[in-house]
Every structure is written in C-alpha cells, then in structure tokens.
C-alpha cells in the first residue's frame, strides 16, 4: 500500500461543532504531517509528528488539537473553528528528510 | 532566512512548445530541493528531486549552485501538463520540513 488515505473527503461543520480529520498510511513512514491549503496557495504547515512524538507545530490556534495514536495514524480535532478555517486538509507522511507522500485531503467549510 | 521564488504566477505555451518554469532559492549549506506537482482535483504529488537526477513525465531540473536556480524543463509541453507546480526545498537543520514556492500555474494550450 503506497497511499496516505484521509476521511472524510468533504467535512461541513458549524462553529459550535466537535469533529475529527483522519489520515492513515501503511508505508512504515515515521513522520506524519498536517497542511492548511487554501484554493490557488502553497500548503501550510501545521504540524509534524515524527516517531509518533508532536516535533513541529507551527503555531496553529488551539481550535486544532493533533492526534498520533500510532505510527499509521494521525487524527486532527476540530472545536469551535472559524470560517476562515475553510480550506483543504492535507495530510503526508515520510521517512525522516525524505520526500513527502500526500493524501486527496478533506476539504472543510465552516457554517 | 531560507526563501525560495517562483516568480512567475502563471505560465501558458502552446502544445508542443518548450517550457521552463523558474525556481530560485536562498539557502545556506547543501539545499536539497524537490518540485511537486498538483493536476486538477488530485494529490499533491512528487514530480523531481534533485539528487535522483531522473526525468519524469519528460520533466528535468538542474541543480545550478552558482546562480542558486532549480528551473523545471521540457521541451515538448503536452496538456496533460496543465497543473500548479510548486518548488520547494528542504530546510535546515534538525527540522527540515519543506520550504513551499508559491508556485506557478502551467497552462498548456491545444
């Protein structure tokens, strides 16, 4: 299996709201990373996870609260997010200083 | 600061032209540096790295130190190229994560 997988695809949630985005991979890679894409941008670092341990957060509001329960799967917690929060998700994953692989995103919107 | 440019937002050639698409960085030390690329409604995916030195879909970049440039070529542009491509180089130090372009959109035209 050479793929990140990431559920759900489409997310709608209100400002009230409590959700969670998955991402999942099978690659062995032992780091995991979280991305912010807005339509026509580069990707934003949010977070990195590297042998499970959180190494990089790139000073993302507390609303997103990451998850790395084990080496495959990362999980990132949505509460009380913004409209401004609506974007692409992306999720990668690779062995240490090498190229990174990405799954199809979860694209969010915020009521 | 590490800092990379793609100063071209947008790119249209016509079907079967030459295309290079600029990169330039500032970098102190061994930059390692990757272009990736994003067809419509699919992953982000790999396209180059620079030490592999391959040639993929007919792409190629050269890794030119003294002018610090990493431009993507190909001499026959086809429209299955159409798609945002981004460089970026990996950072230094112990966390490398990727320096993001913010990237140039080809157009390829039939």
Sequence with gaps: DTEVTQ???HLVMGMTNKKSLKCEQHMGHRAMYWYKQKAKKPPELMFV??????????????????ECPNSSLLNLHLHALQPEDSALYLCAS?????PQHFGDGTRLSIL | AQRVTQPEKLLSVFKGAPVELKCNYSYSGSPE???????????????LRHISRESIKGFTAD??????SFHLKKPFAQEEDSAMYYCAPLGAGNNRKLIWGLG?????NP
């Design chain 2, 33 to 47: 540096l990757f272009w990736y690329v994003q067809y419509s409604r699919q992953r982000l995916q790999l396209l």
């Design chain 1, 49 to 66: 996870y590297s042998y499970e341990k959180l190494s990089i957060n790139e000073s993302v509001p507390s609303r997103f609260s990451p």
């Design chain 1, 7 to 9: 559920t759900p695809k």
């Design chain 2, 104 to 108: 140039t959109s080809l157009a390829v």
């Design chain 1, 94 to 98: 690779s062995q240490p200083f090498q």
């Design chain 2, 63 to 68: 890794l030119n130190k003294g002018e610090t």
